[in-house]
């Protein structure tokens, strides 16, 4: 009972000694802070909105722009890490101190580890299985191009321990800008890093049938594949080469326009050249070409070659 009437005192003593005024002044700053940071981000850049989120997503880049627009240093240290090469397991936590002038503001943590999904498993196609597995055993899915994929075990999960490492210091450092004038409220970063490694994945593997077959979620053209595309207006793919803001469809773009200027090339070269005309010459009549001399009867004894 003493232990709660000392709380409660403790309580009463903290509001009485806050100033409402300055409550108000600080609240108001830190709302007009969250208005200049909103407006000097670029969406799809520094910030994304993921579909079925109800915030937008910070991302790498614009929690940079935040950390030098606050004149704030980052520093960073493992907290706990795990490596172990013959299971397979990689695990780091991090944290990330953020100060300005010698003082800490400060700190975020960000963890990461090879149980996650996306470093767990990895989709291939039928023909890149490995040999004896059941694909019907698989967890299957359609991709854009309509090709079904299957999900593995990821067998290369030791080539990604730096990318691990490195995800978990991402994480750290939203998780520390975040924390800034309470930007927690207007960005989140649960799913910050998803979409760029699908799209870093998608773009590593892409061929040029599937480059040909990508459809387009978005602008004018929405539904449409980058074949259809070429064919009734070639200079979009060139605008999706400059402006597309996933990297899978710019790469897609430049692969349907270089292969179309190469079947171009490959069709004229393949393609008989008219004769030669030579300026000047203008031909013979064909009366005149009859009464040759090499054109006469017997003509071929008179001639000395």
């Excluded at 001399?293 to 004894?301: K, R």
Aim: glycine fraction near 6%; include cysteine.
């Amino acid at each position: 009972m003493t232990n709660n009437m000392s709380e409660e005192n403790m309580m009463m003593s903290l509001i009485e000694s806050v100033e409402v005024n300055e409550i108000v002044g600080t609240l108001k700053k830190i709302t007009q802070v969250q208005a200049a940071v909103q407006a000097s981000l670029k969406a799809g850049h520094d910030y994304d909105t993921i579909p079925g989120t109800s915030k937008p997503t910070l991302l790498k880049p614009g929690a940079e722009k935040l950390l030098m627009m606050f004149g704030l240093t980052s520093e960073y240290e493992i907290v706990e890490k795990i490596e172990d090469y013959d299971k397979g397991i990689f695990a780091y936590t991090m944290k990330c101190i953020l100060s300005k002038g010698g003082y800490k503001i400060t700190e975020g943590v960000g963890s990461c580890n090879s149980k996650e999904n996306k470093y767990r498993w990895r989709w291939t196609k039928e023909e890149d299985l490995p040999i004896g597995i059941d694909k019907d055993s698989l967890k299957q899915k359609t991709n854009r191009w309509g090709k079904t994929e299957y999900q593995v075990e990821n067998d290369e999960i030791y080539s990604q321990a730096n990318t691990i490492l490195k995800m978990a210091k991402k994480r750290a450092q939203i998780d520390a800008t975040l924390a800034v004038a309470s930007l927690s409220e207007v960005f989140t970063q649960d799913i910050e890093d998803m979409k760029e490694f699908i799209q870093q994945e998608e773009v590593t593997n892409l061929t040029e049938t599937e480059a040909e077959n990508l459809r387009l979620d978005f602008g004018k053209f929405k539904g449409k594949t980058l074949k259809e595309i070429l064919k009734v207006q070639p200079d979009y793919l060139e605008w999706l080469i400059d402006k597309a803001k996933e990297e899978v469809v710019k790469k897609a773009a430049k692969m349907v326009l270089d292969g179309n200027k190469q079947a171009k090339g490959n069709k004229n070269k393949a393609q008989p050249k008219e004769p030669e005309v030579i300026d000047g010459f203008e031909g013979i009549d064909p009366e005149e070409e009859a009464n040759l001399p090499w054109n006469q009867d017997g003509a071929d004894e008179d001639i000395p070659f």
